[in-house]
């Protein structure tokens, strides 16, 4: 009996190591994530063409590739992504962004740190190219 409680607390304490690296790892980068400061673009500037920004934190690391034509966003494409996000939250936000030509888009609710990853890579592929 005292064998089967020995394994019983070892198997215990694995799962809670185990557990909490899970949680470091989740958890580290939100802070800084969070306080992600967004700015206004003004497209007036840009030139046609393609460009590609990033954001890298953690697991809020993305690439994206934002086309210019005639001073306004036409297509934003996903190039690279760390984080799995919610099914189709890249394509909605994206979608948001192109028709208000503006990073002051509604984020879902659930998805903040991602959608706001998102944004800070499309800001930084413009504003490298000003």
Do not use: C, P
Request: glycine share 8%.
């Amino acid at each position: 009996m005292k064998r089967i409680l020995k394994i019983g607390l070892g198997v215990l304490g694995i799962l809670l190591v185990g557990f909490s690296i899970m949680m470091f790892i989740l958890m580290n980068g939100m802070n800084k994530a969070q306080a992600i400061d967004l700015n206004q673009i003004n497209l007036s500037q840009i030139e046609e063409g393609k460009y590609l920004g990033s954001y890298e934190t953690t697991r809020w690391t993305n690439t994206v590739e934002v086309t210019i034509i005639d001073h306004k966003i036409t297509k934003i494409e996903l190039i690279d992504d760390v984080m799995i996000a919610l099914e189709g939250l890249s394509d909605r936000l994206f979608k948001q962004v192109i028709d208000t030509q503006s990073l002051d888009v509604d984020i879902e609710t659930g998805s903040t740190i991602t959608s706001k990853a998102y944004l800070k890579a499309i800001e930084n592929a413009i504003g490298e190219n000003k």
